[in-house]
């Protein structure tokens, strides 16, 4: 493996860019590389195997674009069969790589298409038969590869993308697999923060003579990155400290532990008046897109998120990231921190720290080479209200509609007006003589002839009335009945009990013929 280290930043008219991909940059206001971008493009340019190591937010996504649509541009399109493929380990990693591809892509005559979980296949497998370039996380690719959806047969640029986030989740057997599927001749380019949990494996056995760049050491903090530790008392000042950083006019990224935590906060924000959405593994892709596309329009300010999002959510202009709940590793913490000042741009890191909290903090800052002096605060301190700026205007949440049922919100008025009044009437009748047990098969007969002939005084008293006798039993119900005489024509004989035990031998007896 070859070392090169950074030099000056050429144009990229230097670097030999095709014209109409060099307008698609200029327009999406992109007139110069980064430095990843000029220490890697002489070499991807020209089809060389790439290892490249960068920080969060040093501009790697189009440090690989831009080669892939260069050498693939004017590609012809075979169904299923693609000539690029990018892997990343998430969906809204995957997401926004296909965003950023998109505008160079349909300049150079390419399509791009996105592969991942959550969402129908169908629509992906169609997709896949008109795209020279797939973007795709690793376990829904597999599952094309083996259905025989798609093959990797004519690939001729790879690219792993956070492939230490990869290892992180388990993936590199199914990355090791979709990566065998490609041509040997083929160009591979890897992009990692770190080479540890597997990522030099892939590296040695996949990479051909690959020349390696690191412009940023691994760990390194970005410069125009300012850290704040924040210390309270207990869990109620931690909340309302959590507002008032949570109140201010930009955008912010709220980090939790949790999906549930994350879910709780977003909706307690926005009952208080600061407009705020969730993002976490619960959800499914469509609510994920929607909530992402909320925050990046700005009708909601502030995002909720889990780790998911740590690596998958560029969105411009993030002034703020609160680490509500402290990472449980160093990585972690830099990629979470690594969503506000990219790309040049200046931003703010926050982690609220508990007591019982401090001793793990600091080791996890020692690790990820931030230095920051703790400060003890409240939500009115003056360290807070300076960070966080003008306060924005509070919005009214709109109330959630009552759950109704659909079949009664389509009855007209009159029929409901109706069924209450019928009601009204039952309860104001006078109660009802309860109603007596049904009497089974063979117990009838006996119960009939054990049963006194009643008569009845009252002629505005109504009895009930006598079950059903079946098959055999009714001949001797018949001689009972005939035998019965009332005293008062309107009544009715009263319905007799049921009657069990003794009475079936009468019943079988008084059946026969």
Known sequence: MTTRSSSPAPTFAALGLRTDLIDALTANGITAPFPIQAATLPDTLVGRDVLARGKTGSGKTLAFSIPMVHRLAGVAVTPARPAGLILAPTRELATQIAATLEPMATACGLRVTTIFGGVPQNRQARALKTAQIVVACPGRLEDLMKQGLVSLDAVRITVLDEADHMADLGFLPGVTRILAATPDTGQRLLFSATLDNGVNKLVKRFLRNP???????????????????????????????????????????????????????????????????????????AVRDRNLAAFAAGTARVLVATDIAARGVHVDDVELVVHVDPPAEHKAYLHRSGRTARAGSSGDVVTVVLPEQRRDVAALLRKAAITATPQRVTGNSAEVTTLVGPIAPLVTARPEPAATSPERDRRPAARKATVSDARRSRSQAPARTARPQRVRHADRSATHAAEPIGTRSDASARAARPQRVRHADRSATRAVESTGTRSDAPGRAARPQRTRGGGQPAARQTGRR
Do not use: C, W, Y
Request: charged fraction near 20%.
């Open 211 to 285: 020349l390696s760049h690191s412009v940023d050491e691994a760990h390194s903090p970005v410069p125009a990155m300012t850290h704040h530790i924040f210390e309270v008392s207990d869990a109620g000042a931690k909340r309302d400290l959590v507002q008032v950083l949570a109140s201010g006019t930009g955008r912010r990224i709220l980090f939790m532990r949790t999906k549930h935590h994350a879910r709780r906060l977003a909706k307690q924000l926005t009952a208080v008046g600061i407009p705020a959405t969730d993002l976490h593994g619960n959800l499914s892709q």
